[in-house]
């Protein structure tokens, strides 16, 4: 799907000498120039451009043809702290706003975006767009684009919906005329028409770069031993690796046996501080680490060239992510595989994971009204209400596991009616790295402490073996003191090597979004809800049809799900070779068939003889019982 332009010759120049200003390049990479066009002539552009596509590019060397600014509206923290830092290293003005960040700070941006007028990128979470404070000030900026990172969360058909997206297009009106870029790695033709009407494209406008992968070849294996077929995919496969899985506890276990068999391996996860991870991923980005075993958490903003091979130890829960992070392999063109290994109690896990994501509404209606209560909210208040949110007191309060609480949470938010900080579904975390010996000898050193290390390994199991998720308000209960004295002495013990001690970045919380209404007044329309489970039995149907496939090529698969309905087979991927040795097969019995034909007048034992001259003798005899078979 690629949209016809006529590049202006003036554009044109103009778009060359910025992109070899800031960026080196003599040339774009396909389909990067007809969309910065696009969006300098004036028009809604949806961008669809494959991972490791290079879309940050349309919409920076378009904003700096222009006098003004361009806003940027990304879901992703690390992604917008990343783009801002490397435009910055080339001398462009740009910043972002996002939580944690100082009142004074985001002032300070604030007024340089609307007073330097050399001021070029805001990057903001579309969280940012419902506050206030930031619309105000929005509204005295210079515009002359918007920029929508990750598009797709705008779509409720999409598979990662983020109703803040929505707010999008009520800051349209203030610019009227200012074109807004939509960009995305992936869309299936039913989100990439809901993300145009959402945005309030003016007329439709798609740019679409083919998702085929031909240096990237795709294998799905049914598999007991996984780990044994891991290994023998790392011999054969000596170059630089991901290994994904749905659980941190697991990567860490997982780096831990590649250890032992001599392969350079290291975990990473969301649960870990941002030096570790910083140091884990510069050591893979380097080569030090040949393999990273990750969560999902591991390749936003990753554009490692090299990447050999990836592989999914766990089923993604959509193609759409699955596409995306085997997608990392092989951005420099050159061959790589992209393995899945499942077993049936991965299917089983997948079919129980969808049904916990739709708890019943009045499960979600108990969360609502428990939540208010135990805030003490009245109804009819509490809008813009920002509290403390301490789960495993609302897990025994509700008698509900942490997931089903989380999972009833995050339909509340999909609703508008509150929204989780990001910290929500983060823990802290603790790993005991002391061996026993050092243990006694602090112990020895500070007494005073020993009581306080016993009450944490009663507390938690796996301590000495795992980074095991911990809750400092749970410890304070039972060590009857503060949260913030509990912080205190597990930064001490961190100091001193006897835990490394991984700290949620800030204190979860919820902000309500709405006044609070009797819990029977939420508005969960049955058909909305019945629908919403309906698109995600339908998404992760479409992985199961993905993975059990044994008739059609992976690519085709993929990319009939993205809207490619008329590719090649690639002639590489499991599928495709299975059939291709099963017409091998077919044609050389048929070779063998016509042999036995000719001497058919000869006695069993002579034809064999003959024939076997010319091919296998266990084949030989095989198609001679069957020819026997079908003829007496």
């Known amino acids: ?36 066009q696009s969006v300098l002539d004036g028009n809604d552009t949806l961008a669809l451009l494959p991972t490791g596509g290079g879309k940050s590019i349309c919409f920076q060397v378009p904003a700096l043809a222009q006098k003004g600014m361009c806003l940027v509206i990304s879901p992703l923290i690390a992604l917008m702290k990343d783009q801002v830092e490397n435009l910055k290293k080339r001398g462009i003005k740009a910043e972002a706003i996002y939580s944690g960040l100082s009142n ?19 990057y903001v979470s579309p969280e940012r767009l419902k506050t206030d404070g930031f619309r105000v000030n929005l509204q005295q900026m210079k515009i002359t684009l918007l920029a929508v990172d990750e598009a797709h969360c705008i779509s409720q058909w999409g598979y990662d919906f983020r109703p803040p997206y929505l707010e999008i297009a009520e800051i349209r009106k203030f610019f009227p005329k200012v074109p807004v870029l939509a960009l995305t790695a992936t869309a299936t033709p039913e989100v990439v028409n809901d993300i145009q009407e959402r945005l309030h494209f003016r007329k439709k406008n798609v740019f679409q770069k083919s ?250 199991g796996g301590l000495f073996s795992n980074y095991v998720k911990i809750s400092e308000e749970e410890i304070a209960r039972r060590a009857e003191m503060k949260v913030d004295d509990i912080e205190a002495l597990l930064l001490e013990l961190s100091k001193k090597n006897i835990v490394q001690y991984s700290k949620r970045s800030a204190k979860p919380h919820i902000l309500f979004l709405q006044n609070r209404v009797p819990e029977n007044y939420l508005y969960f329309k049955e ?63 048929e070779a063998i068939r016509e042999e036995i034909i000719k001497y058919k007048h000869l006695s069993h034992k002579e034809i064999i003889h003959i024939v076997s001259e010319q091919f296998p003798e266990k084949k030989v005899i095989e198609v001679l019982r069957q020819f026997l078979e079908q003829t007496s």
């Open 527 to 589: 058909e909305v809800y019945k629908k919403r489970k309906k698109v995600a039995q339908k998404r992760l149907d479409s992985v199961f049809h993905f993975v059990e496939n044994v008739q059609t090529c992976r690519s085709q698969l993929l990319l009939a799900y993205f809207g490619e309905t008329k590719s090649e087979p690639c002639g590489n991927c499991d599928v495709c070779r299975q059939i291709h040795s099963l017409k091998m097969k077919r044609k050389e019995q």
């Open 104 to 122: 004074h700070e985001i002032d300070r941006i604030l007024g340089n975006s609307i007073h330097d007028p050399e001021f070029k990128f805001l």
């Open 211 to 460: 998702f085929r992968r031909e240096n990237l070849t795709y294998f799905v294996m049914h598999e007991e031993n996984k780990m044994g077929r891991l290994l023998r995919l790392i011999e054969k496969n000596p170059g630089t690796g991901i290994v994904y899985v749905r659980n941190r506890r697991r990567t860490q276990e997982i780096a831990e046996y590649l250890q032992h068999f001599k392969v350079t391996a290291d975990f990473y996860h969301a649960g870990l501080d941002n030096d570790m991870r910083d140091k884990k991923q510069s050591e893979w980005m380097s080569g030090k680490t040949q393999v990273i075993v990750s969560t999902n958490a591991f390749g936003m903003g990753i554009d490692k060239p090299d990447v050999r091979w990836v592989v999914h130890l766990d089923i993604p829960d959509t193609l759409e992510a699955y596409f995306q992070e085997a997608g990392r392999g092989g951005r420099d063109l050159k061959p790589s595989i992209a393995v899945m290994l499942y077993d049936n109690n991965d299917i089983k896990e997948l079919k129980n994971n969808l049904e916990l994501s739709f708890p019943p509404i009045t499960t979600i209606r108990n969360v609502y009204k428990t939540l208010s209560e135990h805030y003490r909210i009245p109804i009819g208040e509490g809008e813009n209400k920002i509290v403390p949110f301490d789960p495993d007191k609302l897990c025994k309060k509700l008698k509900l596991r942490p997931i089903e609480l989380i999972n009833a949470l995050s339909f509340l938010e999909k609703t508008g009616v509150l929204m989780l900080s990001e910290d929500v579904k983060k823990q802290s975390t603790l790993h005991f790295v002391a061996d026993e010996e050092t243990l006694r000898n602090f112990y020895h050193k500070n007494n005073d402490k020993q009581e306080f290390v016993k009450l944490l390994l009663r507390s938690y």
């Open 1 to 36: 799907m690629l949209n016809p332009l006529i590049i202006n010759p003036n554009h044109y120049k103009m778009l060359h000498q910025i992109l070899k200003k800031y960026w080196g390049y003599d040339q774009f990479r396909p389909l990067q120039e007809e969309i910065a």
